[in-house]
């Protein structure tokens, strides 16, 4: 196949030329009320690739990312981390068939992880795209969680711009007794 960022012929969706020169991953932790939000990107330096998402190939865009950043991120974890951790996409949207969300969770699949599938899904799919914190505070997205309760957990989700999808999506699991440790993103929108 070819490399979907400069088109030379790649073993690997992002070839290593790009991962290592384009999409050099800079962590940073923003706090949403209590909550840890660590994100891998700027979503400026992520976006010509966060784009495909909408087309074919955009699922593997995703589960190449999510075996570049989630699962490195999480062996390093449960390394430092003893007893059970499950791992929650926030609303798996699988109304395309699959869900890209999903793809990131399931790249954390490993000995001391549990990763669910659909287990907190929105009841208000609202589209925030270009929306204001307002706006979104106005309309929730309604959690529902079908999951384990009295569990820890790590939330994970593709971008994190207000946090308020964040926020709501902890309030919901706190109410099911589940312990949100921190919530994994691979961009965060800078809204300043
Ligand atoms: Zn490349």
Redesign the pocket.
């Known amino acids: 196949m070819r490399?979907y960022?400069?088109g030379?012929l790649?073993f690997r969706i992002?070839?290593e030329?790009?991962k290592t020169t384009l999409f050099v991953p800079s962590i940073q932790t923003r706090r949403i009320g209590t909550l840890d939000v660590i994100s891998f990107y700027s979503y400026a330096t992520l976006e010509p690739l966060l784009l495909t998402k909408h087309k074919p190939e955009g699922w593997r865009i995703y589960r190449e990312l999510g075996r570049m950043l989630f699962r490195p991120f999480m062996q390093e974890f449960v390394e430092q981390d003893d007893g059970e951790v499950c791992v929650i996409g926030v609303d798996e949207d699988i109304r395309s068939g699959y869900s890209h969300v999903a793809q990131l969770a399931r790249a954390m699949k490993m000995p001391g992880v549990n990763v669910t599938h659909g287990v907190l899904r929105a009841c208000n799919r609202v589209n925030y795209s270009g929306k204001p914190l307002q706006y979104r505070l106005e309309n929730p997205r309604d959690f529902r969680y079908t999951g384990k309760e009295n569990i820890n957990a790590i939330l994970v989700d593709d971008i994190v711009t207000t946090g308020a999808t964040l926020h709501e999506a902890q309030r919901t699991l706190v109410s099911h007794s589940v312990e949100v440790l921190f919530a994994l993103t691979l961009a965060s929108v800078e809204t300043d």
């Open positions: 490399c960022s400069c030379r790649s992002v070839c030329t790009c």
